[in-house]
């Protein structure tokens, strides 16, 4: 045994004369140095350098019962007071979260309107006025006091009275229902107001139904307002031009203008209250104007004559709220001889025929001899009626009612539109104030910014300006403005996202926060009045995630801030929807956003108190969802959480490891290269025998 001990040598040596070295040798050592070194240091710097990231999934095994979701989203076409966010779970939680966030009014540019976050929570207001003891039908016994208006009275009204409060209703609203009588009291209030302003007499009968009190309030207003009414269900294409997006939308009309809604208690004191406020801002705002459009505007309601139509009319609602007017027929009892206007179209084909107008009903015998079919032709033309308009009046007015595809192809959405073309493109929208002078002085604007930009000198429009100016008779080409405008229906194909008036379409900011449970559910964000009933067509929930992420908001900052490393590949999967449009374009739809929310573990992800924090990735698919036409769409965001948890932890290698890995490499490298110089060797012995 001693013997076997002393003869192990594992490093025997051979003697030197023995040893013959080769040129091939010398070139392969030098090159297994070279191979070895290399090795060496990326296995060094490999061990110094940062460990690498290592995952493994397990069974969720997350105790918290709750999860908090953190949310900044932009509405982009929804108002602050209709926005509403509730949160729903298979467990049976419904919970409207409304009061417990912040909402930011955006202007049509997306700038908010407030420095500071506050919440436009629907608070609860009166929805009619208790006091108002008739019922709608009692109220009419007397005659219908609240003027309701179509499509074409609408604009006569707008034209003919200063101040125009109009209730846009639907039949079927049943806030518009509870609202009727009341509104139909604050008419009779202002009529008997009005009668006492003028005529300084007032009906003692009428006190019966009209109190003191109201009168007191309504008297403080020093010029009358217009009370009217229109049926959203009869005019859908009047409402929708004026975009009533909710029922009832009570809204106030100064000079022709739109200038406020009503959305305090609806009480005929309250009402007539806010009329006052509005008139006494509006006579504020003209003393303190000295602008010729004043003076315009003033020259205008004293001498301006009316003749047609629109005279009849504004001449029966005079008679009806007692004006004192002198134009009207006194030997005329109206209430014996109602007449009917009928206007429309009709297409015939092309043979010879008739159509007639005669009194016939299902319900009665008529008296011939007591039917008088006397008429007034206000206009009878055959074709297309936009001919007769630049035949006619010596100027293009295209009417969206009887041509809307045009106004459709060139996005008009109000009406009036007053749009300029310059060298048959869109050029702007006239939006100031709709005098002679005031048009003529932005076209001379528009020419001179056009002049500059093309450098030409011809100042045809100035000279039309100077024209009106002096005489406000201005005359065109109509072959010129006939080709402008089909130029304009060719381009306008091109530059349908050029007119999208901003003002028309308000948004609102929604940032916040809610706890949800730890099982399937959704939150949304929608439409919802507790004083309208809204119009599912002109609700529109467009939308801009600044950020969606689940869990600690401390875990967020932390991560987007570098405290903590955590794998790259994930890094972006915490807020994966951050920033994102979700834009639609057509009615009743509305974007749903599925999110798979994953429990994860990353190593050093703790508080500054040493708590271990939990991230959570999420997993997202949006699509557009389809509403049907009774059913106002939603911004939907539905959850549900994997029953798998991801773990992320650093691989930390020991020093034993490394010196390992530096013998490998040592004895790999003289190993390999020795079988391939022998290798070399025993092929050229081999040859060198034959």
């Known amino acids: 045994m001693g013997q076997w001990v002393a003869s192990l040598d594992m490093y025997r040596k051979v003697p030197t004369d023995l040893l013959e070295g080769t040129k091939r040798g010398s070139i392969l050592s030098y090159g297994a140095i070279i191979l070895m070194v290399t090795l060496i240091m990326l296995e060094t710097r490999a061990y110094f350098s940062n460990n690498s990231w290592v995952s493994s999934l397990a069974l969720d095994d997350n105790q918290e019962s709750r999860l908090q979701v953190n949310f900044n989203i932009t509405m982009m076409d929804l108002r602050c007071e209709w926005a509403v966010v509730d949160t729903v779970s298979v467990l049976g939680t419904d919970q409207n979260i409304t009061a417990h966030i912040s909402k930011w009014n955006l202007d049509g540019g997306g700038i908010r309107k407030s420095y500071h976050g506050r919440n436009k929570n629907q608070k609860d207001i009166a929805l009619f006025d208790k006091d108002v003891t008739e019922t709608y039908e009692q109220l009419l016994e007397d005659g219908e006091q609240a003027v309701s208006l179509d499509y074409h009275t609408f604009k ?17 609203c049943s806030h518009c229902l509870d609202l009727a009588p009341t509104w139909e009291t604050l008419a009779e209030v202002m009529e008997e107001t009005v009668a006492e302003l003028v005529e300084g007499q007032v009906d003692e009968a009428d006190w019966e139904e009209i109190t003191r009190k109201e009168y007191e309030h309504t008297k403080a207003a020093e010029k009358p307002v217009m009370i009217a009414k229109v049926d959203c269900v009869l005019h859908h294409a009047l409402c929708q031009e004026n975009l009533i997006m909710a029922y009832p939308t009570l809204r106030l009309y100064v000079d022709g203008e739109h200038v406020d809604d009503y959305r305090g208690h609806r009480t005929v004191i309250e009402m007539a209250d806010w009329l006052v ?7 504020k705002d003209l003393e303190a104007s000295d602008s010729i459009v004043t003076f315009a505007a003033q020259a205008a309601r004293r001498r301006m ?19 004192g007017q002198n134009n009207r027929n006194d030997n005329w009892d109206e209430s014996e001889h109602p007449g009917c206007r009928i206007k429309g179209s009709l297409m015939i084909d092309r043979v010879p025929g008739n159509f007639h107008i005669q009194a016939r009903s299902n319900q009665h015998d008529l008296v011939p001899h007591m039917t008088n079919v006397s008429h007034i032709v206000h206009e009878l033309s055959i074709g297309d009626p936009l001919t007769r308009r630049m035949i006619t009046g010596g100027k293009v007015m295209i009417n969206c009612v009887l041509q809307p595809a045009l106004c459709q192809e060139s996005l008009i959405m109000a009406y009036p539109t007053l749009r300029l073309y310059v060298d048959g493109e869109h050029a702007d929208d006239y939006r100031g104030h709709r005098t002679v002078i005031e048009m003529a002085d932005w076209l001379v604007q528009k020419e001179g910014k056009h002049e500059k930009e093309t450098e030409t000198s011809d100042s045809a429009a100035t000279i039309a300006a100077q024209a009106a100016r002096r005489r406000m008779e201005v005359e065109g080409d109509e072959a010129e403005w006939f080709n402008e405008i ?7 194909k091109h530059n349908r996202n050029d007119n999208w008036d901003e003002s028309e ?19 949304h964000i929608q439409a919802r009045s507790n004083q309208h009933d809204l119009v599912p067509h002109m609700t529109n929930v467009s939308h801009i995630v600044h950020e969606l992420s689940i869990g600690d908001p401390l875990t967020r900052r932390m991560i987007t801030g570098g405290k903590v490393e955590i794998p790259e590949a994930v890094k972006d999967k915490f807020s994966p929807m951050d920033s994102n449009s979700y834009v639609t374009h057509e009615y009743h739809q509305a974007y749903h956003h599925y999110l798979k929310v994953v429990t994860t573990d990353i190593e050093g992800l ?7 924090l939990k991230a959570y990735q999420i997993i997202y698919s949006s699509q557009r969802a389809l509403y049907g036409y009774d059913k106002i769409p939603e911004a939907k965001f539905i959850y549900d959480l994997a029953p798998i948890a991801v773990n992320y932890k650093k691989e930390q290698r020991q020093w034993y490891d490394y010196l390992t890995s530096l013998m490998a490499i040592i004895g790999g490298t003289f190993t390999l290269v020795g079988m391939t110089e022998s290798g070399i060797n025993a092929a050229l012995a081999k040859r060198r025998r034959r």
Request: aromatic residues 14%.
């Open 277 to 283: 406020q509005k008139e006494g801002k509006h006579e």
């Open 606 to 612: 703790k508080s500054y108190k040493g708590r271990q």
């Open 505 to 523: 379409h308000p948004g609102c900011q929604i940032v916040g926060s809610l706890m949800i449970d730890r099982v399937p559910g959704n939150f």
């Open 156 to 172: 006569y009204a707008l034209d003919d009275f200063e101040y125009l409060f109009v209730d846009f209703f639907a039949s079927w």
């Open 305 to 323: 004559e009316i003749e047609g139509d629109e005279a009849k009319w504004l001449n029966e609602i005079k008679h009806k709220y007692r004006r």
């Open 486 to 492: 089909k130029h304009k229906h060719h381009r306008g």
